[in-house]
T-cell receptor, first 110, second 113 residues
């Protein structure tokens, strides 16, 4: 069935190292959204990408939307302990149904 | 601007009972979606409501139902609870549906014993 796949499932890094999570959809998406969920918290919206090949930056975070609008990535430069959490991508595979990837759980060794 | 409010925050129920969870979206948001979050299955879509109409639903049994009121507040109901229904239930509101970002509430942690 239609789904959004995200890898890796877990990532442990040393503070200061970079981190990347990848998202792939089985279908072309009208947009891709990224969320962050801190341990014990709820998902918080980070950004939405709409255009083919779009790249957006938020401080140390860089988000990309693939040319075919079926894949996306989130890259964090020089991780900090505040980056700990689970990062989810999400896309509207079907109208009015936002489907989330399984998430990448990031842990950081200070 | 008040966020998305979910009540109650925690709930313990016995197998076979039913439960009703409530969600008040951000003022002006007419789209409300519900998700079930478990460690093994991630965020699973339950249903989406807009102006009191269910526009989409996920692959959950009929024991899971919901509704939305004219003030956009939404409720979801689970009848005949099973142990596997233990999860964090999250409500999210949006001004643009899937065309815009969702704002999630803090969730209701349901434990079925």
């Amino acid at each position: 069935g239609q789904q959004v796949m995200q890898i890796p499932q877990y990532q442990h890094v040393q503070e200061g190292e970079d981190f990347t999570t990848y998202c792939n959809s089985s279908t072309t998406l009208s947009n891709i959204q990224w969320y962050k969920q801190r341990p014990g918290g709820h998902p918080v919206f980070l950004i939405q990408l709409v255009k083919s090949g779009e790249v957006k930056k938020q401080k140390r975070l860089t988000f990309q939307f693939g040319e075919a609008k079926k894949n996306s990535s989130l890259h964090i430069t020089a991780t900090q302990t505040t980056d700990v959490g689970t990062y989810f991508c999400a896309g509207p595979l079907v109208k009015q149904k936002l489907v989330f990837g399984q998430g990448t759980r990031l842990t950081i060794n200070p | 601007k008040a966020g998305v409010t979910q009540t109650p925050r925690y709930l313990i129920k016995t197998r076979g009972q039913q439960v009703t969870l409530s969600c008040s979206p951000i003022s002006g948001h007419r789209s409300v979606s519900w998700y079930q979050q478990t460690p093994g299955q991630g965020l699973q879509f339950l249903f989406e409501y807009f102006s009191e109409t269910q526009r989409n639903k996920g692959n959950f049994p009929g024991r899971f139902s919901g509704r939305q009121f004219s003030n956009s507040r939404s409720e979801m109901n689970v009848s005949t609870l099973e142990l596997g229904d233990s999860a964090l239930y999250l409500c999210a509101s949006s001004a643009l549906g899937t065309d815009g970002g969702y704002t999630f509430g803090s969730g209701t942690r349901l434990t079925v014993v």
